[in-house]
């Protein structure tokens, strides 16, 4: 390579990993309660324990693959039941637009696992290397001697483990969670589990710790979408740039009194996690995280100024404020027809959601004519049906159920198999059974084309009931 080529411009600047300082304040304070309860809930969930009886599994929150089932506390979900979780994820996608409608990006800024898991590991690394300072001029040290390797050795070493447990909590939702974990000391766990922990031990490690705002700003979808959930009465982070203008030092007999209130500390820079300046506007990176908020707040504080200087900020407020008017009331912004719609399209998928859980029938049955062939003529002249009915027991124990007939009353039922009209269903359960009709001979379903008529199952222990319509066919079917 010759020496022209060396010194070219290159296309790309490398990355200069972020080292955000600390801070304290109000915003800062709920980030940190959000992470030890978001962090909380998905660590400690599959360890809850819930009774439901010996046939059952008694992990409070399960999702059960080989069986097919989801199970949260006293909820059981079925594979035919699958519209409750489309629910869910429409609920998910519709509280996204109603959040980034109403205050931007704050799902980003507080509850993303992205953003809580960032947070985790600066917290670690500032624990180990010292705040922003410290961590520059680790960084910048060129030669790796005994300290920087021991600290980073350590910090490498904690990051390691929380992917660990990260990963390792993620698959105790899909199993039983103490099984599993006693399973995975011995090495008697299935391969499919270490393999599930190993990728996102790996994931989470490189993510959090390395990869950092480089998932918000060039792996993340929502950035880009997140301007068609956004208006100019959203509440979103901004500067108050006709506050803050011109900037300057504030020096005495300097010219202060001909500056704005931005004293061009850069503290709003500094605690930034993804290294943007909200003086520039509005940007694609900012997570509105508020942490330059309470950067900003502090040091207007200090210096003698009003809180605000960076806020939550309408675009709408912009033209009052810069002719000395106050913004609308934060309720104002929020409480507005677009907000509005969400909420209510919101709440109307909720609440069919619970309507349909309480409405849904413990007792099911499903029900197949046998085609090969459609019916049998008896020796005596009876026309025999035969249908492939399935019961479906949703308790935790075994059941007794009773099949009958209504219609018309020459027909006649019998069971396969079983003695009587009643079967025992095993618990939590889909059992096959085969069920004959009969029609005697000269009697108008033997000698019609086709009958309609209705089965029946009832549980005998509580009286629940569900039926099936069908159709008999005589010796005239074509």
Known sequence: MSSSDSDAPKLYEAREPIFPRRVSGRFRNLKWIIMIVTLGIYYVTPWLRWDRGPQ??????LIDLANRRFFFFWIEIWPHEFYFVAGLLIMAGLG????????????CGYTCPQTVWTDLFILVERWIEGDRNARLRLHRQKKLDVRKARLRLTKWTTWL???????GAWVFYFTDAPT???DLVTLDAHPAAYITIAILTGTTFVFGGFAREQICIYACPWPRIQAAMMDEETLTVA?????GEPRGKHRKGEGAENLGDCIDCNACVNVCPVGIDIRDGQQLACITCALCIDACDDVMERIGKPRGLIDYIALSDEDRERAGGTPRPVWKHVFRPRVMLYTALWGLVGLGLVFALFIRPEVEMTVAPERNPINVVLSDGSVRNTYDVRLLNKHGEDRPYRITLAGDPALDIALEGVDGQTVQVPANETYRQRVYVIAPPGSGPAD???TEFRLWVEDTTNNERAHNDTVFFGRDVQ
């Open 239 to 243: 500067y108050r740039d006709w506050r």
């Open 448 to 450: 019609a084309e086709r």
């Open 96 to 107: 996204l637009f109603l959040f980034t409608s109403a205050l931007g990006r704050v799902w």
């Open 56 to 61: 059952l599994p008694d992990q409070a929150v």
């Open 161 to 167: 483990l929380i992917a660990v447990a990260t990963g």
């Open 180 to 182: 599993l974990a006693r």
